[in-house]
Nanobody, 122 residues
């Protein structure tokens, strides 16, 4: 079973940047796609970004070029660099792994991290 631990969340002003990290217990990102979702209270968890085992990347439309997903396989870690943050980006961000790549849904995610809060003030 893959264990995922997110870190790097916090509070930031609008226009600022945050880098999220997702550390895996094994070489998850060499074999599976990695992904980021986010969720706000009362809403469904939504897709943010994904990266395939061979480096293809995918983003939700609302990202608009502001976020960058990447992996460091030597560290078994996936990242989400978020720039030009907006208040509407405020959410709990979850990382996950999937055997499916592309713009995926929550049902496609095999393992989830515990989530990390990102709060963007105006």
């Amino acid at each position: 079973q893959v264990q995922l631990v997110e870190s790097g969340g916090g509070a930031v002003h609008g226009g600022g940047s945050v880098r999220l990290s997702c550390a895996a217990s094994e070489r998850a990102f060499r074999s599976y796609a990695g992904c980021w979702f986010r969720q706000v209270p009362g809403k469904e968890r939504e897709f943010v970004s994904a990266i395939s085992w061979n480096g293809h990347v995918y983003y939700a439309d609302f990202v608009e070029g502001r976020f960058t997903i990447s992996t460091d396989n030597d560290k078994n870690t996936m990242y989400l660099q978020m720039d030009s943050l907006k208040p509407e980006d405020t959410a709990i961000y979850y990382c996950g792994t999937s055997v499916v790549t592309g713009i995926i849904g929550t049902r496609d995610v095999s393992y989830w991290g515990q989530g990390t809060q990102v709060s963007v003030s105006s």
